[in-house]
């Protein structure tokens, strides 16, 4: 008996929606997590457009305690790995200007005086 008034409980949990939608924001941030080196701008646009979605959803309903808790950490942790990468990405930027000044810079020098 108790054994049925398990499975019950934990088909009720995995058919509620207000809490698919925080397991749903979890698998995403770590999907993300994973996978954010390896993005192009165009799977940011649409890994973006999932969070945004998910997070309206979770919107939806009120949250206390441990899930309020873990919402607001996938939250964090999501706008964490997005400025890291937008970081890393203006970094690289960065790296790559100063390389492609430098160049120019000696192509000009070398112009200047001849190649001597």
Same mark, same amino acid.
């Given at each position: 008996m108790s054994?049925?008034?398990l499975a019950c409980f934990f088909a009720f949990l995995s058919c509620n929606p207000k809490q698919r939608a925080v397991d749903n924001l979890g698998?995403?941030?770590e999907k993300v997590e994973k996978n954010?080196? =390896?993005y192009t701008e165009e799977d940011w646009v649409e890994v973006n457009q999932?969070?945004?979605k998910l997070v309206a =959803?979770?919107?939806k309903y009120e949250y206390t305690g441990k899930d309020s808790e873990r919402i607001s950490k996938l939250k964090g942790k999501y706008a964490g790995i997005k400025a890291r990468n937008t970081i890393s990405k203006f970094v690289?930027?960065?790296d790559k200007t100063a390389k492609e000044v430098k160049g120019a810079? =000696?192509?000009f020098t070398d112009g200047l005086t001849d190649g001597n």
């Amino acid at each position: 008996m108790s054994f049925v008034v398990l499975a019950c409980f934990f088909a009720f949990l995995s058919c509620n929606p207000k809490q698919r939608a925080v397991d749903n924001l979890g698998d995403l941030v770590e999907k993300v997590e994973k996978n954010a080196s =390896e993005y192009t701008e165009e799977d940011w646009v649409e890994v973006n457009q999932q969070y945004d979605k998910l997070v309206a =959803e979770i919107d939806k309903y009120e949250y206390t305690g441990k899930d309020s808790e873990r919402i607001s950490k996938l939250k964090g942790k999501y706008a964490g790995i997005k400025a890291r990468n937008t970081i890393s990405k203006f970094v690289d930027d960065i790296d790559k200007t100063a390389k492609e000044v430098k160049g120019a810079i =000696e192509g000009f020098t070398d112009g200047l005086t001849d190649g001597n």
